[in-house]
């Protein structure tokens, strides 16, 4: 888990970076929600470089062991890629070169062929993408790891939302990042969450307008 202050510093940094938006969004499950994180603006070199030093901090003070890293297409391809390089200037890795892979979604039926580009899968794996929206993603990679006799080792992520899955009506007891940890026995880590977005909040004057509609939405679908 970061520290706080890596937390804060990273909800910043999304919020500077125009990643994190507050106002009112339709989500991918129908949600109508007064926040919005999308990690695809994530887009420049300088951006993408800061982000992958958040993953790799992240990943080192969880204390979990693993032994590379892998990206599901396509969001997850540079993310693994970045954190990858991010891991090898961590000076706690102390010069360990982290080797990474990732999956085409169409099988490629030409040259080397095949789904996977990158390192062979081996060892303790951990899977890296932006959010747990739906599960599939982590899914589809837990398959791929496995087959290829290696481990799923977490999941790392960038925001939390800490919201419960389902449909309206059918909500279920748990978040979507929970059901993951439960349904694969594999801890999920997270560089933040809603609650260190509430602390932002709390924090500058210039957002405290938004923070009503934010417990709202927490109150209506968050976790207990």
């Given at each position: 888990?970061?520290?706080?202050?890596?937390?804060?510093?990273?909800?910043?940094?999304?919020?500077?970076?125009?990643?994190?938006?507050?106002?009112?969004?339709?989500?991918?499950?129908?949600?109508?929600?007064?926040?919005?994180?999308?990690?695809?603006?994530?887009?420049?070199?300088?951006?993408?470089?800061?982000?992958?030093?958040?993953?790799?901090?992240?990943?080192?003070?969880?204390?979990?062991?693993?032994?590379?890293?892998?990206?599901?297409?396509?969001?997850?391809?540079?993310?693994?890629?970045?954190?990858?390089?991010?891991?090898?200037?961590?000076?706690?890795?102390?010069?360990?070169?982290?080797?990474?892979?990732?999956?085409?979604?169409?099988?490629?039926?030409?040259?080397?062929?095949?789904?996977?580009?990158?390192?062979?899968?081996?060892?303790?794996?951990?899977?890296?993408?932006?959010?747990?929206?739906?599960?599939?993603?982590?899914?589809?990679?837990?398959?791929?790891?496995?087959?290829?006799?290696?481990?799923?080792?977490?999941?790392?992520?960038?925001?939390?939302?800490?919201?419960?899955?389902?449909?309206?009506?059918?909500?279920?007891?748990?978040?979507?990042?929970?059901?993951?940890?439960?349904?694969?026995?594999?801890?999920v880590v997270s560089i933040a969450?809603?609650?260190?977005?509430l602390a932002l909040l709390e924090?500058?004057?210039?957002?405290?307008?938004?923070?009503?509609?934010?417990?709202?939405?927490?109150?209506?679908?968050?976790?207990?």
């Amino acid at each position: 888990m970061s520290t706080g202050s890596d937390r804060r510093a990273f909800v910043q940094f999304a919020l500077n970076q125009g990643v994190l938006r507050f106002g009112s969004f339709v989500t991918k499950s129908g949600r109508t929600s007064p926040y919005f994180f999308n990690a695809g603006l994530f887009n420049s070199g300088a951006s993408v470089g800061r982000l992958a030093q958040f993953y790799a901090q992240a990943l080192v003070d969880s204390k979990l062991p693993f032994d590379m890293l892998f990206g599901p297409a396509y969001k997850g391809i540079p993310l693994a890629t970045a954190t990858s390089v991010a891991l090898a200037a961590h000076p706690a890795m102390q010069g360990r070169d982290i080797p990474f892979a990732y999956n085409r979604k169409e099988v490629k039926d030409h040259g080397e062929g095949g789904q996977l580009v990158g390192a062979p899968l081996r060892g303790r794996v951990v899977i890296i993408d932006d959010v747990i929206t739906a599960g599939t993603s982590v899914r589809e990679s837990v398959d791929i790891i496995r087959a290829a006799g290696a481990e799923p080792a977490a999941v790392l992520i960038a925001m939390d939302r800490m919201e419960r899955a389902g449909a309206e009506g059918a909500l279920s007891p748990h978040s979507a990042v929970q059901e993951v940890e439960q349904r694969y026995g594999l801890p999920v880590v997270s560089i933040a969450s809603l609650t260190d977005i509430l602390a932002l909040l709390e924090g500058q004057t210039e957002f405290a307008s938004h923070q009503d509609a934010v417990l709202a939405y927490r109150k209506r679908y968050g976790i207990a």
